[in-house]
């Protein structure tokens, strides 16, 4: 049996005007039908808005969910309890110009009650009817999916056979995995976030890959699929032909589409030549990022393009980029840059919110023609700053990997008794050399935490913050910023107060996330300060 949100989000289009399908449903509609419908503690679920207010805020209409449909006047409705829904349309005679017209409503029946659904703006009732009738008919196990996730913030089991598929790729080539193919790897693991436990055992896979122990592909899918949602299977294989596209091009110095790995095991992958060449000028679209001066409008040009070859495929743009930018871009940093041209991608889930709204800021710079050539040229500027990040990020987790494995090169020979006393002084100098590798990293580390301090606030006004991140979709960045925070008694105008202080144990990492935050949401800005002040002298007025 199909899975019900996959059902939903292929066929609610049909019931009426100005559907909206996840992740494709712009942030100020979804945050207005959040509010409205009261769905803050689910909204990651939303699979569908269909808005019926005449000037498009969304706050008015149906959301649909994997359990449930909402209506802003008649309620919620969960699918399991819905007994019938009958479409209805009374031909009456109009007394006054003796002409005969249409009434046509729906009764949906619940709980021995009918409900009686009428005058619905820009529903097609008798197809909104049929749509209901198969929910309630053809499916019995209704539940509501994650709409907004990215790879890095999935299982690292999926990570694992995810990148394993990548890996037998590069060997059936051509027995071996060469120095190209394994920087390439290491990128995208830095791109997942896998623990050091799971890069260890992705690398052990790498060594020990031979024609005899090689992992089947359909058994690494299965994986996959059975440590994800059903949502997510298709924006996860399009993403993957993504990645493997990148790699073979990498590897090969070629930009030529004649890549027999991927065309043996598309149907594995279940892709639609349509979904294959969005994945291959996905790839095309990055490299010029890298290799061609291309100016914000340029960009915007291509992505445009990219968005229409995605539509094309009925694919949304976010499902290519939940593995992040081939040339080394996390998904969030890739869909930030994007948001900075407004070309937003609907991923507004986990940290790719702080991805998304951490360059925000950046629409306030006027691109004026003339005026600065430099700011032409800020979003790649943007992009490659992540692009940059993600290396230095992956050279750190290499330095790391290094360490571990020498540790225990170390430990087996220095058990084995044979053991000449030179290989012993030769891995203890070894294991020092990647000692004190390790140890001037680390020393970068802490400089730049400490300038990373510098740009968030040692003390944070929370009525402040809180304002700034009211609407549900920047909920998860107050709850992102305030546990680094901790009421501290600090001294204040020679008096002792409690306050909330930035804590001394933030990462590099979340610091340089949380500076994002504070600018994009304009924080620092003095409108938004005397805002707080105005706003707290009231309240002491009026209690």
């Keep these: ?35 409205a419908f009261k ?10 808005i269909q808005d019926a207010t005449v000037f498009g805020s969304a ?16 309620g919620e409705f969960i699918y399991s309890e819905i007994e019938s829904v009958e479409y209805i349309a009374d031909k009456k005679v109009d007394d006054d110009n003796n002409k005969e017209k249409v009434e046509k409503h729906i009764v949906i029946s619940k709980d021995n009650k009918k409900y009686k659904f009428e005058y619905l703006i820009g529903i097609d009732e008798e197809k909104l009817t049929i749509f209901l009738n198969r929910i309630i008919t053809e499916f019995e196990d209704y539940k509501e999916e994650d709409q907004l996730k990215i790879i890095s913030e999935m299982s690292d089991e999926l990570k694992i056979s995810y990148l394993k598929i990548i890996i037998n790729m590069t060997f059936i080539d051509d027995e071996k995995i060469d120095e190209k193919e394994l920087a390439e790897l290491f990128l995208l693991m830095t791109r997942l976030n896998l623990d050091k436990e799971s890069r260890f055992s992705v690398r052990a896979y790498i060594t020990e890959i031979s024609k005899e122990n090689i992992q089947s592909i359909k058994g690494l899918l299965e994986i996959i699929k059975n440590n994800s949602e059903a949502s997510h299977h298709r924006s996860l294989m399009i993403s993957l ?26 149907n594995l992958f279940e892709l639609s030549d349509d ?9 095309e679209n990055d490299y010029k990022l890298l290799t061609e001066d291309l100016d914000d409008d340029a960009i915007k040009k291509n992505a445009k393009k990219l968005a229409s070859t995605a539509a094309a495929a009925g694919a949304p743009l976010a499902a290519v980029y939940i593995s992040g930018s081939v040339i080394g871009m996390s998904a969030a940093g890739m869909t930030s840059g994007l948001a900075t041209l407004g070309m937003g991608m609907g991923m507004t889930g986990g940290l790719a919110v702080i991805g998304i709204i951490g360059v925000l800021s950046y629409k306030g710079v006027q691109h004026i023609t003339g005026a600065n050539e430099l700011d032409k040229y800020k979003t790649r500027e943007l992009m490659l700053h992540d692009v940059i990040k993600q290396t230095q990020k992956t050279i750190s987790l290499i330095i790391d990997d290094v360490n571990y494995i020498v540790q ?29 590798l390790k140890s001037v990293d680390n020393k970068a580390s802490i400089y730049q935490n400490t300038a990373n301090r510098l740009h968030n606030p040692k003390v944070l006004d929370e009525e402040r913050f809180k304002s700034l991140t009211e609407e549900p979709t920047k909920k998860p960045l107050y709850d992102f910023v305030i546990v680094n925070y901790e009421l501290k008694m600090i001294e204040t105008d020679n008096e002792k107060v409690e306050n909330l ?6 990462t590099t990492e979340v610091l340089d996330k949380m500076s994002e935050i504070f600018k994009a949401l304009g924080y620092f800005d003095m409108d938004n300060i005397l805002k707080s002040k105005a706003s707290g002298m009231i309240k002491g007025i009026f209690g």
């Design 275 to 283: 979904e294959i060449n969005l994945a291959y000028e996905t790839v």
């Design 1 to 35: 049996m199909e899975n019900i949100n996959l059902f939903i989000k292929e066929n609610v289009k049909d019931i009426g005007d100005s559907v909206y399908i996840a992740p494709n449903i712009p942030e100020k509609k979804l945050n207005n039908a959040i509010k």
């Design 59 to 74: 706050k008015e209409g149906f959301v649909f969910t994997g359990k449930k449909m909402i209506h802003h006047e008649y």
């Design 39 to 48: 769905c803050e503690n689910f909204y990651e679920s939303i699979l569908a």
């Design 241 to 266: 032909a993504k990645d493997l596209i990148n790699v073979y091009f990498s590897t090969k110095d070629t930009t030529n589409r004649d890549f027999k790995f991927l065309d043996e095991n598309k």
């Design 501 to 506: 202080v930035l804590k001394e144990d933030v």
């Design 408 to 436: 225990k090169l170390n430990d087996t020979m220095l058990n084995h008794s044979d053991q000449t006393e030179k290989i012993k002084k030769l891995t203890y100098m070894m294991a020092q050399f990647q000692g004190a």
